[in-house]
């Protein structure tokens, strides 16, 4: 997945940007969330449900190693889910069979392997009931499951949300947990930057 760090700039938002996507210069990707958020809600074209959620058989799974108790020195630590990634000489193949399974003929360009359970909030690196091919393209693609993945890892190390909520959520319904954790305002507090550095 693409992982983001937040942004040094803390200046205040603005009177009529409640949000304070103005203030962190995030304003044209701010109004993109809200406009997926939107969307979630009131939809002008039903979603194909089949397509924006996982397979039945992949239902997430997580690290039993990963608990509340050690979040501090695991998940939350700089460089954790970078390191717990598994290397591309492995996913790639993993990949490419899904791809010649599921989408034969199209591109491996248009599908990210995904973690349905992010590696960063205690998902299993390499686990098949927790990994998918989630389109890149279209309403609520991996781009947007990424800024979810992301604003999720903030609010768990933050002690907002506790571990085992936040991978219930993702993991029932990544659309409904978008609706609930990445709300413009999440997004602009924890200055999110769709641009900036991959860890999943």
């Known amino acids: 997945m693409l992982w983001h760090r937040p942004s040094a ?3 205040a938002p ?14 044209q990707f701010c109004d993109a969330v809200a406009g997926f958020s939107k969307s979630l809600r009131s939809p002008i074209l039903p979603f194909n449900r089949a397509s924006i959620l996982p397979p039945p058989e992949v239902t997430g799974a997580v690290d039993p190693a990963i608990n509340q108790a050690n979040i501090d020195a695991t998940i939350c630590r700089p ?5 717990a ?12 069979r899904l791809m010649d399974q599921q989408h034969p003929g199209e591109s491996m360009a248009n599908y990210e392997l995904d973690h349905l359970i992010p590696i960063s909030i205690g998902g299993a690196p390499l686990d098949m009931k927790d990994l998918w091919l989630q389109p ?3 309403q609520a693609n991996a781009a947007d499951k990424n ?3 992301y604003v999720l890892w903030r609010l768990v190390c933050t002690h907002q949300v506790p571990l085992e909520t936040a991978q219930q959520a993702i993991s029932r319904d990544w659309t409904k947990a ?5 709300t413009p305002e999440n997004i602009a507090k924890y200055h999110f930057r769709h641009d900036e550095q991959r860890a999943d």
């Open 9 to 11: 700039d803390h200046r």
């Open 14 to 27: 603005r009177p009529n940007d409640p949000t304070g996507c103005a203030a962190t210069g995030a304003t």
């Open 79 to 83: 460089g954790y889910a970078k390191a």
């Open 85 to 96: 990634r598994p290397p591309y000489s492995i996913t790639g193949p993993m990949k490419r």
């Open 136 to 138: 890149r393209l279209g």
């Open 147 to 149: 800024v979810l993945a």
């Open 178 to 182: 978008y609706q609930t954790y990445a």
